[in-house]
């Protein structure tokens, strides 16, 4: 069945540290999203990508950084620039740019806590 | 920039009774919107979208919405609540002017059912 894989579904990181988010999709979709979400905020866009070797910032995309070097994948680094990581990451894909948008296909997610 | 309000961060309704959660947006060109449904510690789930045609959208689990362009509304109801109704709601909207296919999200509503 086609999907979104994140892993891991827990991570914890220590102050300073850097971890990677995984987050790989098989439904040949062209764009990718991260989002994080915090209680009662709602998601926030951190970085999304159109295509392969490309990718945009999105509204809080300090301490954050991205790469998409496949299609199929778009890992997520949440910096030691990133003072309060502790939140819920939340990957998504959907088809290309242009014509009908038909919504977003959305991971399971990463709890991520610092200790 | 699109901007999506969902008017109460929190519903309570008893089980049985009719579930009636508020979305607008902001416009002048009707967008693509959409609604989807979060589970504890889970990703998001699509529960249904308007694109184009009928304006009553039927989804999963018995929801439905309406677009009303005079309203800039797609307020969410299903006639009976269940117990497994109990999650986070999102409305989401897509500029259809520019082609992009980036969604812009509510703040969420959080519905609790009432055995």
């Given at each position: 069945d086609g999907g979104i894989t994140q892993s891991p579904k827990y991570l914890f990181r220590k102050e300073g540290q850097n971890v990677t988010l995984s987050c790989e999709q098989?439904?040949?979709?062209?764009a990718m999203y991260w989002y994080r979400q915090d209680p009662g905020q709602g998601l926030r866009l951190i970085y999304y990508s159109q295509i392969v070797n490309d990718f945009q910032k999105g509204d809080i995309a300090e301490g954050y950084s991205v790469s998409r070097?496949?299609?199929?994948s778009f890992p997520l680094t949440v910096t030691s620039?990133?003072?309060?990581?502790?939140a819920f990451y939340l990957c998504a894909s959907n088809w290309g740019a242009f014509g009908t948008n038909y919504g977003y296909t959305f991971g399971s997610g990463t709890r991520l806590t610092v200790v | 920039a699109q901007s999506v309000t969902q008017l109460g961060s929190h519903v309570s309704v008893s089980e049985g009774a009719l579930v009636l959660l508020r979305c607008n947006y902001s416009s002048s060109v009707p967008p693509y919107l959409f609604w989807y449904v979060q589970y504890p510690n889970q990703g998001l789930q699509l529960l249904l979208k308007y694109?184009?045609?009928?304006?009553l959208v039927k989804g999963i689990n018995g929801f439905e919405a309406e677009f009303k362009k005079s309203e800039t509304s797609f307020h969410l109801t299903k006639p009976s609540a269940h117990m497994s109704d109990a999650a986070e709601y999102f409305c989401a909207v897509s500029d259809?002017?520019?082609?992009?296919n980036n969604l812009f999200f509510g703040t969420g509503t959080r519905l609790t059912v009432i055995p």
């Open positions: 098989n439904l040949n979709h062209d070097e496949k299609k199929e620039a990133q003072k309060n990581p502790t | 694109t184009t045609g009928a304006t259809r002017r520019t082609g992009a």
